[in-house]
T-cell receptor
Framework: EAQVTQNPRYLITVTGKKLTVTCSQN?????MSWYRQDPGLGLRQIYY???????DKGDVPEGYKVSRKEKRNFPLILESPSPNQTSLYFC???????????FGEGSRLTVL | KNQVEQSPQSLIILEGKNCTLQ??????????LRWYKQDTGRGPVSLTI?????NTKSNGRYTATLDADTKQSSLHITASQLSDSASYIC?????????????FGTGTRLQVTL
């Protein structure tokens, strides 16, 4: 089954404790991206990757890191989480010219 | 700056009734517009895409329209069902049409009740 898999789905952590949210897709998509979704603000792009070893900042990259060492994986790293990073995070993938994003199920992160 | 505005923010309708959701965009040049459905606690899923040359497109009980002159799109839901309860998000890419440069609306939250 074609899918984008994120882990963990739910996480409660404390300020400053490094964490990684994994994302994996099995559709051979070149493009992958991370978004955060907050009430009233909609989906905002954090980072994206057009292909292996190619990453770029989105609209809200501060406090986040990413890497793209393999085509299927695109982990999101929070080196020192802060409470303002409490949010619902989505990973998505696509063929670049298609424009149709395939989203994961989301990861709800709470930073205390 | 590219913008996508959706209205209403939220909507409650009775099962079986019809409803129309609106999307206004200022993205230029225009290549396409896509509607996504997001069930509570799930990731968005594409419902339909409207390209510049298309005025109307149906996907079951969902019908999308596009007026490129006024830069408006609508999503009409016919004979609503409880399973239509979700957020509906309008998304427009920049002129290249690629996935990397998308402008998202904030969505319309639809609740269908008995």
């Amino acid at each position: 089954e074609a899918q984008v898999t994120q882990n963990p789905r739910y996480l409660i952590t404390v300020t400053g404790k490094k964490l990684t949210v994994t994302c994996s897709q099995n559709m051979n998509h070149e493009y992958m991206s991370w978004y955060r979704q907050d009430p009233g603000l909609g989906l905002r792009q954090i980072y994206y990757s057009m292909n292996v070893e190619v990453t770029d900042k989105g609209d809200v990259p501060e406090g986040y890191k990413v890497s793209r060492k393999e085509k299927r994986n695109f982990p999101l790293i929070l080196e020192s989480p802060s409470p303002n990073q409490t949010s619902l995070y989505f990973c998505a993938s696509s063929f670049p010219q298609s424009g149709e994003l395939f989203f994961g199920e989301g990861s709800r992160l709470t930073v205390l | 700056k590219n913008q996508v505005e959706q209205s209403p923010q939220s909507l409650i309708i009775l099962e079986g009734k019809n409803c129309t959701l609106q999307c206004n965009y200022t993205v230029s040049p225009f290549s396409n517009l896509r509607w996504y459905k997001q069930d509570t606690g799930r990731g968005p899923v594409s419902l339909t895409i409207m390209t510049f040359s298309e005025n109307t497109k149906s996907n079951g009980r969902y019908t999308a329209t596009l007026d490129a002159d006024t830069k408006q799109s609508s999503l009409h839901i016919t004979a609503s069902q409880l399973s239509d309860s979700a957020s509906y998000i309008c998304v427009v890419p920049d002129g290249t049409g690629t996935a990397s440069k998308l402008t998202f609306g904030t969505g319309t939250r639809l609740q269908v009740t008995l």
